[in-house]
Structure formats: C-alpha cells, structure tokens
C-alpha cells in the first residue's frame, strides 16, 4: 500500500521584483514573481506606472489565481514592482497583499518588503496616537507613515531618513510614478540583487528570477544601500553605515529558503546544500544501504551525504506537484488537512533496507514523526535521520515564520528524545560549525535560531499578528 504523507518546514519569507525600462514592465513582473513563487503563496500583487498613471493589482492566492493575460494587459507601463507574500507580521487578509498602494500629498508611492521590522510596534503606536490610521496589519505600513510624515517629506533625503529610522530586517522596492528604489537593512539579512535586461534595470529577491526574465546579475544591493533609477539612470546612496564588526545574513535562506539555482548572499544555494550532506556523513556516518531525500529542499543534501558517504542515492519518496496553497497556508488546520496530500513513499525502494533519510530542518517534529512511521510500515528495517542543519531551537524575528520556543521540538528536547520522539533508529543533525563551514566570512551570517545568539535586541517581540489590534486597549469615543 502506498501510503503518503507532508512536511513540516519553516514557511517561506516574501519575494520581490521590480523594473525600471525592461520593455513591458508586468509582463516581465510577472514572471519574476512566478519564478519566486516558493518564498511566498497566500497573495500576490504588481504595480505599474507608465510615467503618468500608477495602476495595481493585487489578490489573495498563486500568482496564477490572481493574474491572467487579461488582467496584465490592465497593466501598461515602463517600470513597476511586484511582491509574492507569505505572512511573518499580519494575517493573510486582502488588505495585507503588498505592493502597498498610497496617496500622499505629493503623489502615488508602492512599498513592497521581504523581512520583519523589528519597532514597526513603537512606530506605529507613535503614528496611532497622533492621529494616523493603518490600513493593513502588516508591519510594512509604518515606512509609508514616515515617508508621508512632513517631517520627512519636507527635507532632503526624505526615503533615507525614513528608512535610517527602521530597525531589524528589510529588503525594499518603492517607487512613484517615475522612478524604482530598492534598499536593504544595515545589517543585510535578507537578499536583493540588481539586474540589467533590455538595456533597463531589474531587482529581484534571488537571482534565480534574473535568469528566468533573461536578466543579467550585476551585483546585490549593499547593506544599508538606497539604490533609485529614473531617467537619469542608477544612482546609489546610503542611508546607513555597514557595522562593520558583521551582518547578519540569514543563513537559513541557504539552507532552505532560497531556490536552489539562486545566488544568494555570493553563495549558490545548491552548492552549500551538497557541502552541509557532505559534512553530515563526516559527522554522522552510518552503515545503511540507500540514502533518500525528503523531496524537495533535501535533495541538495541528500546528493552531498550519498557523495560523502558512498551510500547510493534513491528516489524514497515522492512530491505530489499538485498540492495546491491550501496545503501550506499558515494555519495549523491547514496543515494538519495536508497530512497524507504531499508526500508518498516508494515501497518498493525502501522496503527490506537501511534507510538514511535527509531532511533539511526539523521544526515541530510531528511531520518528521510521521515520515519515519510511514517508512517503518512500508518495510523500511533501519531508519537513521540526517538533519542538515542544528536543531532549530529559537525563534525568528526577521521575517522568517518560525514557531515560538514551546513549538519548536529543539527547544524541547535533546537530540536523543527527538530521536525517540520521531522513532528513528538514529538522529544526526549537523553541527553549528558545519553550518557555518561554506562560508569565507561566517560572522557575517545570522544563525540565531539555532544558536539563540540574536544579532539585534529582540526582547520587546511578540507574535507575527501583533500588530492585528495594536490599540485594543483604548477606548472608542465617538
Ligand atoms: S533567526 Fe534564523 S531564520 Fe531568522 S534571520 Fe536569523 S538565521 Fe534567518
């Protein structure tokens, strides 16, 4: 009998693509949301400006549910930004879906972000109080509160000052209806990369979207860079200083997030992929008859522990490609309805065999749990868990959506009780020094849900839906 079961991974972050002069800007738009489509599935949305008129769409749902050919052909325009959303602050309501639209008194402005603001709170209680009302419930809103603040918008430099006022992690597009901006935080935690196509200019989250629109990459946004091109072209500024003791680059965005054929942060994803297997089977070897992959961001690994260890690689499970977003929508009834829906094993692979299966995180270990009873029942007679990356014991604050310390089963127990908890015959997660081996400049990475070591003050953080009714407490006085 075959017998299926899902996932259980940390939830993507956000995508973002914006042009300047490329031709068609929402065609192109499109198809680089679509080709980031793995870092965020509840709502998309593109906007365009064709140098007079600022036009949008934006729904809830795949880029393919919300956009047709009729609806980009809505779109005309030269230059425009897109965002693929996945929820780390507000819920997955309409109002929610970014590029952000708003009218200030100087004209249309679209935001859209990738990461998580880590005083968007603070800021937006101060606007609250002075009088300022919020459309969304995303922490994204506070930067177009600052940018349409007078005192921003009567100085110099106003989209540096506003963003020098954020903290914890941001990559940004904005623009108007003449030009494109991209900026990411001081500290880089997420990426954004620049590209040249027809003579114009591309930005992308990962650069797996510059090859998919036949963008070339030229370089990533700076830490603490204001990129904007108009008319006069590209013109960079900073609107911080790098620390220069480190960044903070998310390293969970190679081991997981990232595509593997993207680029990110100077690292091909697949390549560090195949490093972190290969270091598993150095510090966890087994004797075991086939290696097989939880399909697929553990195929990289799985490749690199076969590699390493000379155990041959198998297909054990199989991806149903079909599952559509209700299966990885945020709530856990969601998920908990895609139980049998995502993977199947492959009895016939794995049944009479000592079994290394990869994964690349274990998060709240219930799925894990199941994966294991699966490969038991389908006749599996070892079954040794190799982890490629530490158990992940902390949660995230900047933008990835990692649940909270009493979820996390690295938060609960010792690598042994996992083991007994998930019913493997043995349990191998890669070390903190292996994760952080691939790279020429490791302090300059952020491991903090494995380490608990954050790179900036966390301790005023709540929930991602903290921001849902951030004034319940005052009175209504019509
Ligand atoms: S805490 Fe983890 S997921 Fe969050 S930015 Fe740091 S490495 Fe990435």
């Known amino acids: 009998m075959q017998r299926s079961i899902t996932t259980d991974h940390p939830k993507e972050s956000c995508g973002l693509f914006g042009v300047y002069d490329v031709g068609t800007a929402a065609s192109s738009i499109h198809r680089g949301l679509f080709a980031q489509q793995h870092r965020g599935q509840e709502g998309s949305g593109i906007v365009v400006s064709d140098g007079e008129k600022i036009r949008s769409i934006k729904g809830l749902g795949l880029i393919d549910e919300v956009f047709s050919g009729e609806s980009l052909a809505q779109l005309p325009g030269h230059l425009g930004i897109g965002h693929v959303r996945y ?54 809103e506070v930067l177009v509160h600052l940018l349409a603040d007078p005192m921003y918008r009567s100085r110099p430099r106003r989209v540096a000052r506003a963003l020098h006022e954020l903290e ?26 620049i590209g040249r196509l027809n003579g114009g200019y591309v930005f992308a989250s990962e650069t797996c979207a510059l090859a998919q629109t036949g963008a070339e990459y030229v370089r990533d946004v700076e830490p603490g860079e204001l990129v904007v091109v108009d008319a006069a072209g590209l013109h960079s500024s900073r609107f911080a200083e790098c620390p220069t003791d480190r960044l903070a680059q998310c390293v969970f965005e190679l081991v997981y997030f990232a595509r593997p054929d993207s680029r990110v942060f100077g690292y091909n994803a697949h390549e560090i992929r195949l490093q972190y297997g290969m270091r598993l089977a150095e510090e966890h070897p087994v004797d075991a008859d086939i290696v097989i992959s939880v399909p697929d961001s553990g195929n990289d690994a799985a490749l690199g522990y076969s590699r390493g260890s000379g155990i041959p690689l198998d297909f054990g499970f199989i991806r149903n490609h079909y599952v559509g977003r209700t299966f990885i929508m945020p709530e856990q009834r969601d998920r908990a309805s895609s139980v049998d829906m995502k993977l199947s094993v492959l009895p016939e692979t794995v049944s009479g065999k000592r079994v290394v299966v990869v994964d690349d995180s274990i998060v709240r270990g219930t799925t894990c749990k199941r994966r294991v009873a699966c ?52 349990l191998g997660y890669l070390s903190q020094e292996g994760l952080l081996s691939p790279f020429n400049n490791p302090e300059h990475f952020c491991a903090a849900c494995f380490t608990g070591n954050y790179p900036s003050d966390v301790s005023h953080m709540k929930g991602k839906e903290a921001l849902e009714a951030s004034a319940p407490e005052l009175a209504l006085d019509p």
Not at 172 to 183: H, I, P, R
Not at 394 to 414: K, R, W
């Open 87 to 140: 929820s780390t602050t507000g819920s997955d309501r309409i109002q929610n879906v970014q590029p952000l639209v708003v009218e200030c008194v100087d004209g249309i402005w679209a935001v859209a972000h990738n990461g998580n603001l880590t005083n968007a709170r603070k800021l937006r209680r101060m606007y609250q109080e002075s009088g300022a009302i919020f459309q969304t419930s995303t922490d994204s």
């Open 168 to 193: 914890g992690a941001f990559s940004f597009l904005l623009m108007t209806k003449n030009c494109v901006m991209a900026a990411r935080d001081p500290m880089g935690f997420r990426p954004l990369s």
């Open 375 to 426: 490969l038991r029942e389908a006749g599996a007679s070892e079954i040794h868990v190799r982890v490629s990356c530490p158990p992940t014991a902390n949660p995230c604050f900047y933008g990835i959506d990692l649940p909270t310390h009493e979820e996390l089963v690295g938060a609960q127990m010792s690598v042994d009780e996992i083991r007994e908890f998930i019913g493997a015959d043995s």
